[in-house]
């Protein structure tokens, strides 16, 4: 029997930190290790509750940790001294309520919608499963490239079974919801509060699926969270960003259970439907733009249709700067000012975000967490994603080799900051145009 220095235990924290810190909690600074013998490492928490969490959702992350510091084969194990104080779970209320669910977008609906080759076969199941919940398409598993219109049908459906009163309990969130929810109801002993939240709604909407291929616990019980609503026909929507069956870690039967209904997928617009989109977008927006520029920015931009649509407002905030018409002048100006998606590179915001933050390029680069260095690191992945063409994959190869799940995170982050923070999205402007000089001076 022995016991691990303090230094020992210390670095063994810091790595779970570093490594995974969704786990932590606050009082992890309050976890003892008792001793090592016969390869375990006994650890002391505060109480049951915290074991509880330790040994369901914590235990491969501290074997990991203990055995890169200590460099030998070992295991964990979590134990207390306190008496059981686990209560019902009425002494521990969830967070969960209908402010977690996603906000809908009122623009959000099937009539909004523009259907075109690259997404018939998904509007047409979205329509379906909104008409006859749980009787055609269940589960449905709508899956492509960010900016497609997926989420504009996982709310069209949304929106429909209301209108309609075919599914009087919805449920919309994100994958990250659920898996937090699933950890809190775990730490707070509080899982018949959990499932009967999440199992007894008629239709279940989750976007970003591909999420819970990271969370092996939370994978074990939305599996068994999807057999019961799927077994009562109740409607099951789901959305990624690739097939079931390319999500990371996710374990074999869930792949099985998503492709058991209809999986359909959702591909980039074609010309046409580039044109039909801008122009639905600019009667939504009462923004009068002729056939000849709408002919014009669908031909230069073929992303996705959030570009389209920031074309569209950078065309009617320059129109309103002037004479408030829209011509084809002003679209190819509008466009050049916008073209920095294609030239700009990674380096560059690297550049520019580093002269304006004040940091050094490896600090960006390093496992650094304080705010001071990570948040410039996530304006670069946003400004990365927006400016460039790179895949999140790429992106986060240029930042000490995240992967793809950092990038998205980041880049929601800033996005949600862009939103309600008046000095971030000052900040993000100012970095645009500091790229947008320095590309026009390179040209």
């Known amino acids: 029997m022995s016991a691990i220095a303090v230094a020992e235990w210390k670095s063994i924290l810091d790595r779970i930190r570093a490594v995974h810190p969704a786990l932590i909690r606050g ?4 976890l003892k290790p008792i001793d090592l013998a016969g390869g375990v490492l006994r650890i002391r928490a505060g109480n049951l509750k915290q074991v509880r969490y330790l040994e369901d959702e914590c235990k491969p992350a501290f074997v990991e940790s203990t055995q890169h510091v200590l460099e030998q084969l070992v295991t964990t194990a979590f134990e207390t001294d306190a008496p059981n104080d686990i209560a019902d779970d009425e002494g521990y209320p969830l967070s969960i309520s209908e402010n977690n669910q996603l906000q809908l977008n009122d623009d959000y609906v099937f009539d909004n919608f523009v259907v075109g080759a690259g997404n018939r076969m998904a509007h047409a199941a979205a329509v379906a499963a909104a008409e006859n919940p ?32 075919t599914c009087p309990t919805t449920l919309y969130i994100s994958c990250e919801t659920f898996a937090n929810h699933f950890i809190e109801a775990v730490e ?75 999986v359909t997928s959702i591909d980039a617009p074609c010309m046409e439907t580039r044109m039909a989109i801008i122009r639905k977008k600019s009667r939504l927006r ?28 950078r065309l009617d905030a320059m129109s309103q700067a002037t004479d408030g018409t829209i011509s084809m002048d002003l679209a ?16 560059q915001i690297i550049d520019v975000v580093t002269r304006h933050f004040g940091v050094r390029v490896k600090d960006l680069q390093s496992k650094k967490r304080p705010k001071s260095i990570s ?66 001076g390179a040209g």
């Open 27 to 30: 009082w992890f600074s309050s």
């Open 134 to 165: 749980g009787q055609v398409y269940n589960p449905l598993f709508i899956h492509g490239d960010v900016g497609l219109g997926k989420t504009h049908l996982l709310q069209a459906i949304c929106h429909a079974t209301r209108r309609l009163g």
């Open 188 to 262: 707070r002993g509080a899982m018949n509060q959990f499932r009967f939240h999440y199992r007894h709604v008629d239709l279940l909407v989750i976007d970003d699926i591909q999420f819970l291929g990271a969370r092996e616990r939370s994978q074990e019980e939305f599996f068994h969270t999807f057999n019961t609503l799927h077994q009562a026909q109740k409607q099951i929507v789901l959305s990624a960003d690739c097939l079931p069956s390319e999500i990371p870690t996710l374990e074999n039967r869930l792949v099985s259970r998503f492709k058991s209904g209809l």
């Open 286 to 313: 009462c923004i009068e733009v002729p056939e000849d520029v709408i002919e014009y920015v669908a031909t230069q931009i073929h992303t996705n249709i959030r570009d389209l649509e920031g074309a569209l407002l």
């Open 332 to 347: 190819r100006r509008a466009l050049a000012d916008g073209s920095e998606a294609s030239a700009i590179s990674i380096q």
């Open 375 to 440: 948040h410039p690191r996530q304006v670069c992945m946003y400004l990365a994603r927006e400016l460039t063409s790179h895949s999140l994959e790429e992106v986060g190869g240029y930042f000490g080799g995240r992967d793809h799940s950092t990038v998205l995170h980041a880049t929601r982050t800033i996005k949600k900051m862009v939103d309600t923070d008046t000095k971030v999205r000052q900040s993000i402007e100012n970095l645009r145009a500091s790229l947008r000089v320095q590309q026009n």
